[in-house]
């Protein structure tokens, strides 16, 4: 393949300038709302107004209005000299319907800039939605610093927007066979890479190492980061890593893994052509480490 398999990953692409101190400047904030030049995102739910164009879609970004401050909103940054906001409307009220699109279906076909926008976007947006209260004292919080700290006027606490890192790992065997499995809750014809969240006190490499063993009863060797990607649904990290595994006997966690087997690139060209694995979306890591080891563009 001449273009990495992870070179153009939905959501990690992202190139604005997050501008933390801009954020910590009030003034500066209440100016870019009434600044034309200003873009807004306007998300309604987890959907966003999207037109189509030959090479995909693009975000319908708008100028800003009054009543943007009175909805939930962040300062996502800039980037050739435009500021880049995005406000969470409770009614799709002056956005077409028509043009409104959810993540995962327009994750894979936006800009990298766009792309980063949209993930920072719903990450942010379910953290402020769960998060109303403070953990300390239970206290109403309020947004701040451009949406990106909670504050509890009751004790003064601030409180920060959480990411969760989960592990995925490609894992071959000494004859470069590639191992897929199947999750509890998935069609028959769904077949992934193993994956779990990181628990507290845990490394990532740790995580991989647990993860595979309790659902599948591995050993792994050379467990090697390949790249990340934000996955906002609604506010992991994804971090791809490739291993070997020292002993190819399966056993499998029922609870998690229904059904799991080793493939060579034939097996998986077959297994596609017949229909009893479907082919993966290129939207996600998951695919992507499939794709690097196939060797081919999925
Ligand atoms: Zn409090």
Known sequence: MSLSPFADLPFAGGDLDRDAALRADPDALSALFTDASTLVLEMVGDEVPVRRVADGSRLVLRPPRPSDREQLWFYLGRADGEHWIAVCADTAEGVDPE??????????YLTAREGGALATTLALAAWHRGHPRCPRCGAPTRATHGGWIRRCDADGSEHYPRTDPAIIVAITDAQDRL??????TWPEDRYSLLAGFVEPGESLAAAVAREVHEESGLVLSDITYVADQPWPFPSSLMVGFTARAVTTELHLDQAEIRAARWVTRDD???L??????ARPNRFSISARLVEQWYGQRL
């Open 99 to 108: 043009l409104l699109r959810g993540p995962r279906q327009i994750g894979q």
């Open 179 to 184: 191992l897929l499995a199947r999750g509890a």
């Open 268 to 270: 998986l060209t077959a």
């Open 272 to 277: 596609w052509a017949s229909g009893e694995i």
